[in-house]
């Protein structure tokens, strides 16, 4: 997909993911909305994988670390077809396929993931088995930033480096929010590019509210200089609905029919001005 064509993906899957989080009755709005357009332009232009052979031996592999937010994942999986659209209606219902966090047996879905600080293990061990086995797939991981308290996440980051694991790629999802409020003050991250930095990580910054910085970020990654690559995707709480961005308690919040609609009529919106 071209640029255009991923904006006007990403803001289709914009309002899939509020309808799908509004009759599911559940979700972590907040943080889906933030990292929905690092997901689409991943599974739209980047990742090696094909929906007819999920476990095809030469994919890429793709953690989603902050397993809290399925819901934004489900979005694109279903529309890359991994599988109907059934399934995502069924969310939120007595017996659906579909839960909280992904799990492995959803196609597409790599790790049961959402204990947090865990997905960047999982990641290195994948890179360091593609790496022994010459294989040529790259593995990508999706953190958010409230992880980064996770002792777990800084051990992953020192194996990527001792292994010089060039085939992998992981991205923060820099929204500034997690559940209890501001990262800075619940436990302050920053300097994030300087501790990478010190970890041997090759690290880049960019908005991941933009789906051309992301893109052209992603594009620029060098495969072959020995260092496992981080980007500080830099992004909005709630992006794409104006009432929910920067407020923390839509980390998890579930809107009403009226913010229902209103969220819809501004993500149409933006589709007809696209159109």
């Not at 360091?128 to 980051?157: F, H, N, P, R």
């Not at 990262?183 to 991941?208: C, H, Q, Y």
Request: with cysteine; glycine share 10%.
């Amino acid at each position: 997909m071209n640029y255009i064509e991923l904006k006007q993906k990403s803001e289709e899957l914009r309002l899939r993911l509020v309808k799908l989080i509004y009759s599911g009755r559940t979700g972590h709005t907040g943080g889906d909305l933030s990292v929905l357009n690092l997901l689409t332009v991943l599974y739209h232009h980047t990742l090696n994988v094909d929906p007819k052979q999920p476990k095809k031996p030469d994919r890429d592999r793709f953690v989603l670390s902050k397993g809290h937010c399925a819901e934004a994942l489900y979005c694109v999986l279903c529309d890359k077809g991994f599988f109907p659209e059934k399934e995502l209606e069924e969310y939120g219902k007595y017996h659906a396929h579909l839960g909280g966090h992904p799990d492995v047996t959803i196609p597409g879905v790599e790790i049961n993931s959402g204990a947090l600080g865990h997905g960047l293990s999982v990641g290195v061990g994948m890179a360091l088995s593609a790496k022994l086995s010459k294989a040529k797939y790259k593995s990508y991981v999706v953190m958010g930033d409230g992880e980064q308290a996770e002792g777990s996440v800084y051990e992953a980051a020192m194996a990527a480096n001792k292994y010089h694991l060039d085939n992998l790629v992981a991205f923060i999802d820099r929204n500034g929010l997690q559940i209890s409020g501001s990262t800075e003050d619940v436990m302050p991250l920053e300097s994030i590019r300087e501790r990478w930095t010190a970890f041997g990580w090759e690290v880049k910054e960019m908005n991941g509210n933009d789906i051309d910085d992301i893109v052209a970020t992603i594009d620029s990654i060098d495969f072959t200089n020995g260092k496992p690559h981080l980007v500080i995707s830099k992004t909005t709480k709630g992006y794409g609905v104006s009432f929910m961005e920067n407020v923390a308690k839509w980390h998890h919040g579930v809107p009403d029919e009226e913010q229902y609609q209103k969220a819809c009529q501004e993500i149409e919106k933006r589709l007809k001005i696209e159109d």
